[in-house]
């Protein structure tokens, strides 16, 4: 004897489904609802209790120059801002690496630096960032490394403004020698031609002076220039040391713990658990028609 399989469509397979999961979750409706709540209160008060609430802060530092030109990459920068000696200098600085274990800690281990993007206004510029449970304490941190990172390059920067003073004095030197010569070419031309008749300015000497002291002039203005350069590259905005652009910010309110965040994880894997625990432990039935075995 032939039997026909009666074929189930998608439709009532899927309600099928969830009707054997309701069915599940209703047979252990007080355990699915009671305890991934009670877990997740208990979750939301012992991190909001017990872990301490943390701040980010962060900070621009422009890389120290001289002249213009960077005295250090950005790239140097971040990596000795990540060196073990620095983070224990900015500590003691702080005076955080005594009797406040915790908080330094937090402030070493998350203490990090990165390069800006390619297309930010100062390119040569790096950004701080750091944890800490303190917002003041975190200021006066952001604070504290561009100053130190200016003393570990103060010989640098003191070098190069010397070498600048340097090129200046022989500046002001090449000047008064360019300014002498051009008077006594002024006084030998003047001589040349009140000496002897007005003729005489047509002369090929006097033509000859005469673009000797347009060359001189030249000189004279060219050294100016550069006079005026050198007093720039010696000047605040072309040479100092690192220098934090803007102010610090530190977010006003706490990042860390974030209790509802960490509640709603809880919550979520316990009322899975629960879940899977109510599918696994519901009776199943086998429902329609059997063929006896003597009818086949």
């Not at 702080?94 to 330094?104: F, P, R, S, V």
């Not at 100016?224 to 100092?240: A, C, K, W, Y």
């Amino acid at each position: 004897m032939n039997v026909e399989s009666s074929s189930v469509s998608a439709r009532h397979y899927i309600w099928g489904i969830c009707g054997f999961f309701f069915a599940a979750i209703r047979r252990w409706f007080v355990l699915v609802l009671v305890a991934p709540l009670a877990t997740a209160a208990v979750s939301y008060a012992i991190t909001f209790t017990l872990v301490k609430p943390a701040y980010i802060g962060s900070a621009t530092i422009q890389c120290g120059k001289v002249a213009g030109t960077p005295i250090q990459t950005a790239q140097f920068m971040i990596d000795r801002i990540r060196s073990p000696m620095f983070k224990n200098s900015v500590l003691r600085t702080l005076h955080l690496d005594t009797g406040k274990e915790q908080a330094g800690d937090l402030m070493y281990q998350s203490l990090a630096a990165r390069a800006m993007v390619p297309k930010a206004p100062v390119p040569d510029a790096i950004e701080v960032s750091a944890q800490g449970y303190d917002r003041e304490e975190m200021t006066a941190m952001l604070q504290a490394i561009p100053d130190l990172l200016g003393q570990q390059q103060a010989d640098l920067i003191e070098a190069g403004i010397d070498s600048l003073k340097t090129k200046l004095a022989q500046n002001e030197a090449n000047l008064v020698r360019l300014n002498a010569a051009r008077k006594a070419l002024m006084d030998t031309f003047a001589r040349s031609v009140w000496g002897n008749n007005a003729d005489s300015v047509e002369s090929t000497a006097s033509q000859l002076q005469l673009q000797m002291i347009g060359e001189a002039d030249q000189e004279i203005g060219q050294a100016n220039q550069e006079r005026i350069d050198l007093n720039e590259d010696v000047g605040p905005q072309r040479t100092f040391a690192a220098r934090m652009l803007g102010d610090v910010f530190v977010t006003p309110v706490p990042v860390f713990p974030r209790c509802l965040y960490t509640a709603g994880l809880v919550w979520t894997g316990v009322f899975m658990l629960c879940a899977f625990f109510a599918v696994a432990t519901a009776p199943t039935r086998r429902e329609g028609a059997r063929i006896d075995a003597s009818e086949l």
